[in-house]
């Protein structure tokens, strides 16, 4: 993931600092230039203009929020239990999709090197139980514990889980039919990371294309605002 968005958040970062060079020191003495000669503002040095004014308040209601979504998270959604709280995340539409994968792979992959271990299932929920660094494991296993004491089947208690898979539980199911269920949890944990490659890559091959044609309007803007009065001037010359 981190290698696929090093190369946009490159370009994001050059074309900021050109477009700062360009906004602050160059296109001002130009714009002055232009003025003195009774130029008027093309389209391209007023795009510039309307981005340069715009951008500083997209960035503010940007912090705005993040800071809104911090105070949120601190103030009330830490409270929640935790179990609770990772219901809510994946409710949120795309990154939802890409937590449960995770969240099923992370699962799938301890419970599997446990069970081929020689850890029965119980000794595993016990040592996810007692992992404090990692709370939302700890209360998980705890909830399947004290449903499993009531007669609930464990295919039934992960269909309850909306913070995992769908087909969870009848990998579950399958790998204690077939007593492979260390086999078949690792094989799927696979099949959810590349599920969870998948979905970043195809969702970065739909921004990035919108986000490089931005960019090069941008540039091209940049240097439009300046050339075309200048030719302007070599024409009347």
Do not use: W
Request: net charge positive; proline share 4%.
């Amino acid at each position: 993931m981190f290698k696929l968005l090093q190369y946009p958040l490159l370009l994001i970062l050059i074309t900021g600092f050109l477009f700062i060079f360009v906004d602050r020191i160059l296109l001002p003495k130009f714009t002055v230039l232009f003025q003195s000669m009774n130029l008027k503002p093309n389209i391209f040095s007023k795009v510039i203009t309307a981005f340069s004014t715009g951008f500083p308040t997209f960035l503010g209601i940007f912090f705005a929020f993040l800071i809104a979504a911090a105070l949120y998270y601190r103030y009330v959604f830490r409270k929640i239990p935790i179990l609770q709280q990772k219901t809510r995340l994946v409710k949120i539409p795309v990154l939802g999709h890409a937590l449960k994968l995770l969240y099923t792979h992370y699962f799938s992959t301890q419970l599997s090197f446990l069970l081929s271990g020689g850890i029965s299932f119980s000794e595993a929920l016990i040592l996810f139980e007692r992992n404090v660094r990692q709370p939302f494991y700890s209360q998980l296993a705890k909830a399947i514990k004290m449903r499993l004491v009531t007669g609930e089947k464990l295919e039934s208690i992960f269909n309850s889980f909306s913070f995992f898979e769908k087909e969870f539980p009848m990998i579950v199911k399958h790998g204690q039919e077939n007593g492979k269920l260390e086999q078949e949890l690792f094989m799927y944990s696979q099949h959810c990371l590349a599920v969870l490659e998948e979905l970043v890559e195809k969702n970065l091959r739909m921004l990035q294309p919108v986000l490089y044609v931005s960019i090069g309007f941008l540039i091209v803007s940049m240097y439009l605002a300046i050339l075309l009065p200048m030719f302007h001037l070599m024409d009347s010359i």
